[in-house]
């Protein structure tokens, strides 16, 4: 067998490994647990950057009045 190959198996058989361990931990209580608090996080950030976004575009949007009414 060449060398690239086996490198290749060995990689594979690695990774299946550590997919098999933290499949197998997420299932687990303690790794539900932890998923909670990655989803809640996740959405904590989400919502806190779509409530910036709405900021920025209101801002924008007073900026661009304030523009138009000096042009005028």
């Known amino acids: 067998m060449e060398r690239g190959k ?4 060995i990689g594979l058989g690695v990774g299946s490994v ?8 997420w ?7 932890v998923k909670e608090k ?6 904590k ?3 806190d950057g779509s409530n910036l976004i709405d900021t920025v575009n ?3 949007l007073d900026a661009g009045t304030k523009v138009a009414d000096k042009v005028a």
């Open 38 to 43: 990655v989803n809640h996080a996740f959405q």
């Open 6 to 9: 086996s490198d290749f198996l």
């Open 18 to 25: 550590i997919g098999a361990l933290v499949y197998r931990f």
């Open 58 to 60: 209101d801002k924008v």
């Open 45 to 47: 950030v989400t919502g």
């Open 27 to 33: 299932c687990s209580p303690k790794g539900k647990c």
